[in-house]
């Protein structure tokens, strides 16, 4: 079957610095695949070119058969709809409800009725944990982790097939957070996803990740299970796997 997302001889450029050089990679259907690599090395900028917020200097994207960019605006339009983003922090509309957030994606590319739009979005609201009485609220009055879970109703209004999340744990207190990767794999299992997540979050890798992919050298480096990647003796890789963070978020000592 083809990959959710294949990326063939991406280059990426800002003036002089070359942030992605033949970069190739592909996302498998349903599969929830890890990215990390140090900080600059061009995850988020991936994502962003990938759902096609950002020109990348050369190469292919396809996501579900089709080329990002090389479309019509209406094709784009269409494509778009079967993915969902949440971005770093959750990236809600801070003077709109949740309720109006997870309705915003709806209100743009769907015509429905107020009501039925209202009651969609309740729907959404409950599958991502958060409490009836949370809809009416600000993102200001809300936890880090509730805002985390607004930010992913939202990125499901209109039943994705593919979810990029960027770094969904960060801030998160590590109870927080682990019941956000619970969430993620839930989803993930209902809802068959696929789903693109970038995180620095080694304890998400080992919990729900299939398949990690590591940027470094301005490309990917390497993708596989956790396993294979510990095999390979490349230095950053031995470090990110094998050093004392990784190794205690594998269990071992
Ligand atoms: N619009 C832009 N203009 C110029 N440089 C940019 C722009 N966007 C990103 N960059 C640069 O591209 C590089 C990759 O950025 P990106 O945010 O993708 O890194 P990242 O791997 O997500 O890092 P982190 O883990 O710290 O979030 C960085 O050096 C960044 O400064």
Redesign the pocket.
């Known amino acids: 079957m083809d990959p959710a997302i294949r990326v063939r001889g991406l280059v990426t450029r800002?003036g002089d610095?070359v942030?992605h050089e033949d970069l190739d990679l592909d996302v498998r259907r349903g599969e929830i695949l890890g990215v990390v690599?140090g900080?600059?090395?061009?995850?988020?900028?991936?994502l962003r070119q990938i759902t096609g917020l950002l020109e990348p200097d050369a190469g292919r994207i396809e996501v579900l058969g089709e080329t990002v960019r090389d479309t019509s605006p209406e094709a784009f339009r269409r494509l778009r709809r079967r993915w969902g983003v949440m971005f770093q922090g959750g990236a809600l509309f801070s003077a709109l409800t949740v309720r109006e957030n997870v309705e915003a994606p709806m209100r743009e590319q769907l015509d429905l009725p107020d009501d039925l739009r209202a009651r969609l979005a309740a729907v959404k609201v409950r599958m991502v944990g958060l409490p009836a009485d949370a809809m009416e609220k600000r993102p200001s009055e809300l936890s880090g982790g509730m805002r985390k879970r607004a930010g992913f109703a939202r990125a499901i209004a209109l039943d994705p097939e593919i979810v990029f999340l960027d770094?969904p744990t960060a801030g998160l207190d590590p109870i927080g957070a682990a019941a956000l990767d619970a969430l993620v794999a839930q989803l993930r299992d209902v809802l068959g996803l696929t789903v693109f997540l970038?995180t620095?979050d080694l304890d998400t890798l080992h919990a729900i990740c299939d398949r990690v992919a590591v940027?470094a050298e301005r490309r990917v480096l390497a993708v596989g299970s956790i396993d294979e990647l510990r095999a390979l003796p490349h230095p950053w890789i031995a470090e990110y796997f094998g050093g004392p963070r990784g190794r205690a978020a594998a269990g071992e000592r």
């Open positions: 800002f610095h942030v690599g900080s600059g090395t061009g995850k988020s900028v991936l770094e970038v620095h940027l």
